[in-house]
């Protein structure tokens, strides 16, 4: 709920100097919002079971129903991409929210707080249209809620949390981020947030649940606050108050058939509506654990003693003891007491198990004595135990100065960091770049068509990105400009699409090595050159997943690394990348067990995983 010209006069207690600022900023921007549609919009809301919300929006029943989008309120500076779905069950509403980003703005840690002065989603439902009376849902990128039933009485209204909210009224929420950590004031690419709102919560309001046919009135909005400005959008076009509920769009529950509808026409069948299955009748080989124990370098349990419970870490390790999984590098340390809490619940909690890498934080680069101030932070997360550093793909992409220029990989300001890693014998994790098809246009030509219409945020193509090939080169000025320093490039150095080049990294840089996560979807397209690649630079090669920790995802690692069997589908490992399958590439045991284990550990000096040399 941004502030609202309504809203203003029902709560002037709430105003203050920068509230007033903020209003004249939000009033210059529905000024301009005087054009609405001719007709409000009507979406036609599928049925489905239920299903569990993740936050990713990767449930199968959200591929029954197209994205809507939202639309930018008149001036707003932010030409984000911002779209929503939208499914019913007999039990509640389910509401998928999907928005490009650079910055989560967000830093309330509650809900039921002003939540719609930062960043959020929203949502109206107006079951009835003869009660006054609507509910109103909004939820920030950090997954703080606010749920409030609103009487709305000739534009005045006053809302309220739902009476007893808890137990079967409590609202199911989960978000996600993309490009980044889905911390406060990240730099990512985009953001979700997935809901299900129970009936039972839209208490007192009638016309609920829905039947066939049932029609409810209702609106979608986003707000978003980057480079402290703020951007609206909404799906109905309402005047200056989000509350204008006679310009609310219209919801009907089911099909609704009004006249017999053509059959339509295969031949006319839509890319994202293909989904063929192969007749192939293949060998399955289910390798249940690896060769060796294994050495998990790339992966995110997230940090912070409120994450990192002694459940979750004990989920963690159930997974991990099944799969025959020995250590975790979990990249979300973070820095100051974030990575020292990190470091208690994994590390100290159970040695051998989990090595914490730190971040370092790139914000403000451009002040003085920035590189200084990080680098002491880094050298007191070393020393608090953290065991290596990680950069996420914002360098490079994300971090902007004042100017709009952005930070480069190879900048100075960054060599003392780069040095102090040499220094500490502390691995670099750096994520570089992107897939190929990132950086190219999505158009018919984009071999990963589905996966970037699904996440428009991953498209890096145009003037406002460097080219993939830039910002690889930036990377490998830094490794060549730091011989003592151990780099390790994520994703098979980002550019597994040519085993060449990468091979010609490996030769020319012998502090570069390379992780194979999430990339196994295009190393097993092409199993004849990643089978001889495996073997030339066994030394060179890490395991990693970038997953969190899930069987059934290492168990396709460990069939494309064991066995021959063809054209199977790895999107457990990870998820859906690219339109193929893969094939495995059947590395011999003294190969496994170099990178399941054996160079990891040499690299992180683990003795009890170099002197642990049995098979399983």
Same mark, same amino acid.
């Given at each position: 709920m941004p502030l609202r010209l309504d809203y203003i006069h029902a709560f002037p207690h709430r105003l203050c100097s920068t509230s007033v600022l903020l209003i004249a900023t939000l009033l210059l921007i529905a000024a301009s919002t005087k054009t609405f549609a001719a007709e409000p919009p009507t979406l036609i809301v599928p049925q489905c079971d239920d299903f569990e919300v993740t936050g990713k929006g990767d449930a199968k029943a959200w591929e029954s129903c197209d994205w809507v989008s939202l639309n930018r309120r008149g001036n707003g500076p932010l030409d984000y991409q911002s779209r929503f779905k939208m499914l019913y069950s007999d039990k509640g509403v389910y509401v998928l929210f999907?928005?490009?980003?650079?910055?989560?703005?967000?830093?309330?840690?509650?809900?039921?707080?002003?939540?719609?002065?930062?960043?959020?989603?929203?949502?109206?439902?107006?079951?009835?249209?003869?009660?006054?009376?609507?509910?109103?849902?909004?939820?920030?990128?950090?997954?703080?809620?606010?749920?409030?039933?609103?009487?709305?009485?000739?534009?005045?209204?006053?809302?309220?949390?739902?009476?007893?909210?808890?137990?079967?009224?409590?609202?199911?929420?989960?978000?996600?981020?993309?490009?980044?950590?889905?911390?406060?004031?990240?730099?990512?690419?985009?953001?979700?947030?997935?809901?299900?709102?129970?009936?039972?919560?839209?208490?007192?309001?009638?016309?609920?649940?829905?039947?066939t046919g049932t029609q409810w009135r209702a609106n979608f909005y986003r707000v978003d606050y980057d480079q402290k400005k703020t951007t609206g959008w909404d799906w109905a076009r309402v005047g200056p108050s989000f509350h204008d509920i006679e310009n609310f769009g219209t919801l009907v529950f089911g099909k609704v058939v009004e006249a017999e509808t053509p059959q339509e026409d295969?031949?006319?069948?839509?890319?994202?509506?293909?989904?063929?299955?192969?007749?192939?009748?293949?060998?399955?080989?289910?390798?249940?654990?690896?060769?060796?124990?294994?050495?998990?370098?790339?992966?995110?349990?997230?940090?912070?003693?409120?994450?990192?419970?002694?459940?979750?870490?004990?989920?963690?390790?159930?997974?991990?003891?099944?799969?025959?999984?020995?250590?975790?590098?979990?990249?979300?340390?973070?820095?100051?007491?974030? $990575?020292? !809490?990190?470091?208690?619940?994994?590390?100290?909690? #159970? +040695?051998?198990?989990?090595?914490?890498? *730190?971040?370092?934080n790139l914000r403000d680069f451009e002040t003085e004595g920035w590189s200084e101030r990080e680098t002491a932070r880094l050298r007191k997360s070393f020393e608090a135990g953290a065991k290596g550093l990680k950069f996420h793909k914002s360098l490079g992409l994300s971090y902007r100065n004042q100017a709009g220029n952005l930070l480069t990989i190879d900048d100075e300001r960054l060599d003392p960091i780069w040095a102090l890693c040499g220094e500490m014998n502390r691995p670099v994790m750096i994520h570089t770049a992107d897939p190929a098809a990132?950086?190219?246009?999505?158009?018919?030509?984009?071999?990963?068509?589905?996966?970037?219409?699904?996440?428009?945020?991953?498209?890096?193509?145009?003037?406002?990105?460097?080219?993939?090939?830039? $910002?690889? !080169?930036?990377?490998?000025?830094?490794?060549?400009? #730091? +011989?003592?320093?151990?780099?390790?490039? *994520?994703?098979?150095?980002?550019?597994?699409?040519?085993?060449?080049?990468?091979?010609?990294?490996?030769?020319q840089y012998p502090n570069f090595y390379i992780d194979i996560d999430a990339r196994i979807s295009e190393l097993g397209r092409q199993p004849y050159s990643s089978r001889k690649f495996f073997l030339k630079y066994q030394d060179r090669i890490l395991f990693g997943t970038d997953t969190t920790p899930d069987p059934n995802a290492y168990r396709l690692y460990y069939r494309f690394l064991e066995t021959d069997d063809e054209y199977f589908d790895t999107a457990e490992s990870h998820h859906r990348q690219g339109f193929w399958n893969i094939y495995g590439i059947f590395l011999p045991d003294a190969v496994l067990e170099k990178v399941y284990r054996g160079n990891a550990a040499r690299i992180l000096g683990l003795k009890h995983a170099v002197n642990s040399t049995s098979k399983n």
């Open positions: 999907d928005g490009a980003d650079e910055t989560l703005t967000a830093t309330m840690q509650e809900d039921f707080l002003d939540l719609w002065n930062e960043d959020v989603f929203e949502c109206f439902f107006w079951t009835n249209e003869k009660d006054p009376v609507y509910f109103e849902y909004e939820i920030s990128p950090l997954g703080f809620e606010l749920p409030i039933l609103v009487p709305n009485l000739d534009g005045k209204f006053l809302g309220w949390r739902p009476w007893h909210y808890e137990g079967a009224k409590k609202i199911q929420k989960k978000v996600s981020a993309t490009g980044g950590a889905n911390e406060s004031m990240a730099t990512v690419t985009g953001w979700r947030a997935e809901v299900f709102l129970p009936y039972a919560v839209l208490e007192p309001l009638r016309n609920v649940p829905p039947k295969i031949r006319d069948l839509k890319l994202a509506d293909w989904q063929p299955k192969s007749m192939l009748k293949t060998k399955v080989t289910r390798v249940n654990t690896p060769s060796y124990p294994v050495i998990d370098v790339h992966n995110h349990l997230g940090g912070g003693a409120n994450v990192l419970t002694e459940e979750r870490v004990k989920r963690y390790l159930q997974v991990m003891d099944e799969a025959n999984v020995q250590t975790v590098i979990n990249l979300d340390g973070g820095w100051d007491d974030k $990575l020292k !809490e990190t470091v208690a619940a994994l590390d100290t909690a #159970h +040695p051998d198990r989990f090595l914490t890498f *730190a971040l370092i990132f950086f190219t246009p999505l158009d018919q030509f984009n071999e990963r068509w589905h996966e970037l219409n699904a996440h428009p945020g991953w498209v890096f193509h145009g003037d406002r990105f460097p080219s993939r090939e830039e $910002l690889l !080169e930036q990377r490998n000025r830094a490794i060549a400009k #730091h +011989p003592n320093t151990t780099f390790i490039g *994520a994703h098979f150095g980002n550019n597994p699409e040519d085993l060449e080049t990468v091979g010609q990294w490996l030769d």
